[in-house]
């Protein structure tokens, strides 16, 4: 069942979760286990630091793409 | 890895005394000290194998070499004054757009990011994704080998030359590409499997004989800002403009290469520089340039220079491929049948290198 969707992505780790927001770039996220997307699915990860988007136009949700760069030329 | 073959007297010279003394480099040093009218500098055959070679000794070095040789004085003296020439020319090429970055409004992470947008270069990926036939992406798979076979490891030579937080952020990248625990997944290994995947050699040097010397030269500006304490600022400057032109034209090489039904493991290679890159281009450019700068470990310039010199070479690189591609040519010296090891023995006293052993 759908849970009813948030507006931003949630991050989950055990321990530490640092979070810091690049200007004009994704949020880089340390010591994450997971990030739910804006749908309400939950991404696992064992990347030590991850870029997730913040700009909705990544074809790799919740993950940073790179797409954020062609998406501020137009 | 083997001695490559020699593409002229400089690596001729080079390699001859790799394979054992006696040698008199004497010569050699005179003739890059008077390199002929024309020479292009950056992508030279004969300067940029001699050039790689040399550096390739404090890499894995070859079969049958002293190891000792990294440090012979002689060798050493003969890499500086090729050093001295490449870098120079490097400078006097970048120096527009090192001048434009530097006078540019904004701050410096906002900058380096304008550079690289900005570069106008030739694209590869485009291509790849829309047009390349499928020996062209092996071409391209063999063009690559040289340095993704060692991939990352030109920028491991500044974490101990450097302290604080860049160094904290230089160690979170480069425990990522290597695999961050996992040695299937150390990119340079997974590059290895997309290799197999293609039906290509995974062995480090495999294809060296059979790359042009604009390759080698791409390569050997890594090696130059690694292994010169002096230049980390460029070789950190480098590591971001690569990291900061990668996801996206992965993307598009993911898809060309999906296009082309070769094995997944293939695109997956790719796919994992789409994300893993988008992380690293936000590291290399704000935490450790820009933090390297702020702590006075670095000068603009010198990290600029770095940045600039990457976006050159990728579009001299890419401008030569898709040339010859676009006119029905090889990006290769030689057919990749011809890249098998052709001698089981390195070049001794009775076989001195030959100047001709490959056709260009």
């Known amino acids: 069942m759908r849970l009813v969707p948030d507006p931003e992505p949630v991050v989950f780790g055990s321990g530490d979760v640092q979070v810091v927001a690049c200007p004009d770039g994704p949020l880089l996220v340390r010591g994450a286990d997971a990030v739910r997307d804006s749908g309400g699915e939950l991404h696992p990860t064992t990347r030590p630091v991850v870029a997730v988007c913040t700009c909705d136009k990544s074809q790799r949700l919740p993950w940073c793409d790179g797409t954020h760069k062609v998406v501020r030329r137009r | ?360």
């Open chain 2, 1 to 360: 890895m083997q001695l490559p073959r020699a593409r002229g007297p400089i690596s001729a010279g080079v390699l001859a005394a790799l394979a054992g003394p006696p040698y008199d480099l004497a010569p050699i040093a005179r003739r890059v000290g008077d390199l002929p009218d024309g020479t292009d500098l950056l992508a030279d055959d004969d300067l940029h194998l001699a050039l790689w070679s040399l550096y390739e000794l404090h890499y894995r070095g070859f079969d049958r070499v002293d190891p000792a040789l990294e440090w012979d004085p002689e060798l050493l003296r003969l890499r500086r004054a090729m050093e001295e020439v490449f870098e120079a020319e490097l400078r006097r090429r970048s120096a527009p757009h090192v001048e434009r970055t530097l006078a540019a409004d904004g701050d410096l992470a906002t900058r380096l990011f304008g550079l690289a947008e900005g570069f106008e270069g030739p694209s590869v990926a485009r291509y790849v994704h829309r047009d390349a036939r499928r020996e062209q992406l092996l071409e391209l798979m063999v063009q690559r080998s040289i340095y993704h076979l060692k991939e990352s490891d030109p920028s491991s030579w500044v974490i101990p030359r450097i302290t604080g937080a860049p160094k904290a952020a230089l160690v979170e990248l480069q425990y990522d590409e290597y695999g961050a625990g996992r040695p299937e997944r150390l990119h340079a290994t997974m590059f290895g499997d997309a290799l197999e995947g293609c039906g290509l050699r995974r062995e480090y040097g495999a294809y060296v004989d059979v790359v042009p010397g604009y390759v080698l030269a791409s390569n050997n500006a890594m090696s130059l800002f690694g292994l010169n304490r002096r230049l980390q600022g460029a070789s950190m400057g480098h590591l971001g403009a690569f990291e900061a032109t990668s996801s996206l034209p992965c993307k598009k090489f993911a898809a060309g290469i999906r296009r082309l039904g070769l094995p997944d493991v293939v695109a997956e290679y790719f796919d994992e520089h789409v994300e893993a890159d988008a992380v690293h281009e936000q590291l290399a450019f704000r935490d450790i340039c820009v933090g390297l700068v702020d702590s006075g470990q670095a000068d603009e310039a010198d990290v600029v220079l770095g940045a600039t010199v990457c976006l050159m070479m990728d579009t001299l690189v890419g401008e030569r491929l898709l040339e010859a591609w676009q006119a029905g040519r090889s990006a290769l010296r030689a057919d990749l049948g011809a890249a098998a090891p052709a001698h089981t023995a390195p070049p001794g006293a009775g076989d001195r290198p030959t100047t001709a052993a490959v056709a260009s």
